[in-house]
């Protein structure tokens, strides 16, 4: 099994340097290339062990240690989806977003589609990324800037929140175990939701290293992003 069987949507306490002033979300210093692999990297989720980074010049997922090393484990999404966007983990198997047919797809931990997959279409023909909260899935759609809550087996809840007044090119989402945080292309910046979809006023800019950002993770302490435009993944951690 290449994927770690571990709750992926657990809140681990931000542990940070300056504890004498103000905290806030920062660059780390920390980042990893991809571009051995991917020259288009656009999803990112963490399994609790490994990184695993999903693009479309290649429609393969890739496997990183949590230092950012590829293993040299992969598995390929081109027979479902041809434009592979986004990619979560829900503690026992991935879930890639496909552009191509507004599909999302269910892979088990060892990368082997299972046949089983889910329609968007009906809430955006453009759907960019995936998250799961530990009951439901959440995809963030470029056509509308709404997110849209799905049941563990994919059907549509009829419940969804906007982010388009916050950024119009949304690409990525991550959930921490209480809240949302949404990623876009346009602004390079994070945007905070509450679990109800609401806007805090909370965000922070990754526009210095993380260009064209396209994807977001949450490693339980810090937050991961994917520069598009750079072929890296950026740690941003609560300092």
């Given at each position: 099994m290449i994927g770690a069987n571990l709750n992926?949507?657990?809140?681990?306490?931000?542990?940070?340097?300056n504890n004498s002033g103000p905290r806030s979300w920062q660059y780390s210093g920390t980042s990893f290339s991809v571009a051995g692999q991917e020259l288009n990297p656009r999803g990112i989720t963490w399994d609790g062990l490994h990184f695993w980074v999903v693009g479309t010049s290649q429609d393969t997922v890739y496997q990183y240690t949590s230092a950012g090393v590829y293993t040299g484990t992969s598995f390929s999404v081109a027979?479902?989806?041809?434009?592979?966007?986004?990619?979560?983990?829900?503690?026992l198997h991935f879930w890639v977003v496909g552009d191509t047919a507004d599909t999302v797809y269910k892979y088990t931990s060892a990368g082997v589609y299972t046949g089983t997959s889910f329609s968007t279409a009906s809430q955006d023909t453009n759907p960019q990324d995936i998250a799961w909260d530990g009951l439901h899935f959440w995809v963030i759609g470029g056509i509308l800037r709404r997110v849209y809550k799905y049941t563990a087996?994919?059907?549509?809840t009829g419940t969804s929140f906007s982010v388009g007044s916050q950024e119009l090119n949304p690409r990525g989402i991550a959930w921490d175990g209480s809240n949302f945080w949404v990623v876009g292309y346009n602004t390079d910046a994070v945007y905070q939701y509450t679990s109800?979809?609401?806007y805090t006023g909370t965000s922070f800019s990754v526009v210095s290293q993380a260009a064209g950002a396209s994807g977001i993770a949450w490693d339980n302490y810090n937050f991961w992003v994917v520069g598009f435009d750079s072929d890296a993944v950026y740690k941003y951690s609560y300092l």
């Amino acid at each position: 099994m290449i994927g770690a069987n571990l709750n992926a949507f657990s809140i681990g306490k931000a542990v940070g340097r300056n504890n004498s002033g103000p905290r806030s979300w920062q660059y780390s210093g920390t980042s990893f290339s991809v571009a051995g692999q991917e020259l288009n990297p656009r999803g990112i989720t963490w399994d609790g062990l490994h990184f695993w980074v999903v693009g479309t010049s290649q429609d393969t997922v890739y496997q990183y240690t949590s230092a950012g090393v590829y293993t040299g484990t992969s598995f390929s999404v081109a027979s479902q989806t041809s434009a592979p966007l986004g990619i979560a983990w829900d503690g026992l198997h991935f879930w890639v977003v496909g552009d191509t047919a507004d599909t999302v797809y269910k892979y088990t931990s060892a990368g082997v589609y299972t046949g089983t997959s889910f329609s968007t279409a009906s809430q955006d023909t453009n759907p960019q990324d995936i998250a799961w909260d530990g009951l439901h899935f959440w995809v963030i759609g470029g056509i509308l800037r709404r997110v849209y809550k799905y049941t563990a087996a994919g059907v549509y809840t009829g419940t969804s929140f906007s982010v388009g007044s916050q950024e119009l090119n949304p690409r990525g989402i991550a959930w921490d175990g209480s809240n949302f945080w949404v990623v876009g292309y346009n602004t390079d910046a994070v945007y905070q939701y509450t679990s109800a979809g609401v806007y805090t006023g909370t965000s922070f800019s990754v526009v210095s290293q993380a260009a064209g950002a396209s994807g977001i993770a949450w490693d339980n302490y810090n937050f991961w992003v994917v520069g598009f435009d750079s072929d890296a993944v950026y740690k941003y951690s609560y300092l």
